[in-house]
């Protein structure tokens, strides 16, 4: 059994508190001229703490400028005695180029620092005009402490923050042209942390799917979906159902179809089945699917929902209805009511065909996700999210550039996150979007084994865990947020140590 040391370095002030102040600031630099190299304009940033080499790290932040142009973010160790003729560091580790246009951009980048780095290079050379950076945060992976301070410029302040540039010209200051003063109307505004709930029964495991028509059910159940269902594998009903004979907000066992009246075989049904066959007995399995088929991930966004259903068809209006027009809220609505009775343990998500390999895919997921965290109390650090591919291209499948356009990313997004594989799987052989009941029998497997080596790993846990730069000693999550009180269930710290209960 393998054990991992996590040490959380915590600085004293540089925990992210909650909601932005002023969400329409940002810091703008300007340049008098495009330069030949990337290089030749930059906007550096000493972190509060020096990363350490051979460590995980994520910068992520959003980013836009008055012209397209090539944008890069550059972990320097500025204190090296490694330096070109011009006295600069050489000790830099180039992370990948993006093109950035006139429109907010969502960057992230994952690296290994190769040194100690103590300072952040944001380089646009090419570009002859104004660039816009919002919302930085430079955190070690699995820890989730910002060493950027006042990365999203609430306050009137760059302290941290300076320029270098070829011919000395090019000029940083606040503007008031921040992300937040273009976000679409009815985002909302989620903190960077929160409280976590106390939540149910930690042996009554709920997993929330939602999703499209691969997750909601697609392939007729036939007689032996029906049949050996353990009693120990539940359903929470999120729509009525009048065959069978089903009501909002309670418990069955887990005989299909599991989503609504007249959908068919979903992965959840083979998924649930796998997990009962493979944990203890003391253990049941839930699960509550809200899924439509031909949804785009929008469907789960406050934001785009309203707009999105009135513009669709009658029937895909019919299925939204049954959710009240709000998908994403009647899984909070049914995951509230799971927790009263069990631990929400993962989500599932098959999504993707009506996105297919769309650029903004990855960040419209981590969005949602993050959203049902906080709407439910759930710790990201503790809630696995587990996507399914597409039906790949040699079974049929007519969006299998999903699998290698957006999936592959999700991990950027969603530190988290799981992809399960469809390789191999079977189309209906009707069209290029749907698993056969066999495939549909496997996906639920696959799902199924991710997600049990993921529990075996948490009960395997952390054999010991150390606490850094922290004033007072508390309790803590895995992610590094300080709790208010002792949870009575699930991992967490206590004074430096791991406890399990």
């Known amino acids: 059994m393998t054990r991992r040391l996590i040490v959380i370095a915590m600085a004293l002030f540089g925990l992210a508190t909650g909601m932005k102040a002023d969400n329409t600031r940002c810091l703008s630099a ?47 160790y500025n204190a090296s005695p490694n330096k070109n003729e011009a006295g600069e560091s050489m000790d830099v580790q180039k992370l990948k180029t993006t093109e950035i246009t006139t429109e907010w951009k969502s960057l992230r980048f994952t690296f290994t620092a190769e040194y100690d780095f103590d300072g952040f290079d944001f380089v646009f050379g090419g570009l002859n005009g104004t660039v816009y950076i919002d919302d930085v945060n430079i955190v070690e992976t699995g820890v989730g402490v910002n060493m950027v301070t006042n990365g999203d410029f609430a306050e009137n302040s760059l302290n941290g923050w300076s320029t270098k540039t070829a011919d000395n010209g090019t000029t940083i200051a606040i503007s008031n042209q921040g992300y937040g003063a273009t976000v679409v109307p009815g985002e909302p505004n989620i903190p960077d942390t929160w409280d976590y709930v106390q939540q149910g029964d930690p042996n009554f495991h709920i997993y929330l799917a939602f999703g499209q028509s691969n997750m909601e059910g697609n392939a007729a159940i036939e007689a032996v979906d029906k049949q050996n269902v353990p009693e120990r594998f539940k ?21 299909p179809p599991l989503c609504r009246q007249g959908t068919g075989l979903t992965p959840c049904d083979y998924f649930g089945r796998y997990l009962v066959e493979n944990l203890p007995e003391e253990v049941q399995v839930g699960v509550c699917n809200v899924a439509v088929g031909g949804a785009r991930i929008e469907l789960f966004m406050e934001e785009y ?45 098959h999504q993707g065909e009506s996105n297919n390999g769309a650029s903004d895919w990855c960040e419209k997921v981590s969005k949602v996700y993050t959203r049902l965290c906080y709407y439910l109390g759930l710790n990201p650090a ?52 749907h698993f056969s009941a066999a495939g549909y029998r496997e996906l639920g497997k696959r799902y199924g084994q991710q997600m049990l080596q993921i529990l075996n790993e948490q009960a395997a846990g952390v054999e010991e865990v150390e606490v850094k730069n922290v004033k007072n000693e508390g309790i803590y999550s895995l992610s590094g947020q300080k709790l208010a009180g002792r949870p009575q269930h699930g991992i967490f710290i206590e004074n430096g140590k791991k406890i399990i209960k």
């Not at 790290?57 to 550059?74: I, M, S």
């Open 30 to 76: 300007t340049t008098t001229m495009a330069h030949e190299n990337l290089e030749d304009d930059q906007v550096s940033y000493t972190p509060t703490v020096t990363l350490t080499a051979g460590t995980k790290y994520k910068c992520t932040l959003k980013v836009r400028a008055t012209e397209d142009c090539n944008f890069a973010v550059w972990p320097i």
């Open 235 to 255: 359903m929470l009903a999120a729509v009525n159902f009048s065959s069978p004979s089903r009501t909002k907000g309670k418990w069955y066992k887990a005989i």
């Open 305 to 349: 929902k309203d707009e999105y259903i009135a513009g669709e068809a009658d029937w895909f209006k019919n299925y939204c209805s049954q959710y009240d027009n709000d998908p994403l809220g009647r899984l909070v609505e049914m995951g509230k009511i799971a927790q009263q009775v069990g631990t929400i343990k993962g989500i599932l998500l």
């Open 382 to 433: 503790e809630t696995p999210l587990l996507a399914g591919e597409t039906l790949y291209e040699n079974q049929g499948g007519g969006c299998s550039w999903h699998n290698t356009a957006a999936l592959p990313h999700l991990k950027e997004w969603v530190p988290n996150s799981y992809v399960i594989s469809a390789d191999g799987i079977p189309g209906n052989g009707v069209d290029a979007w």
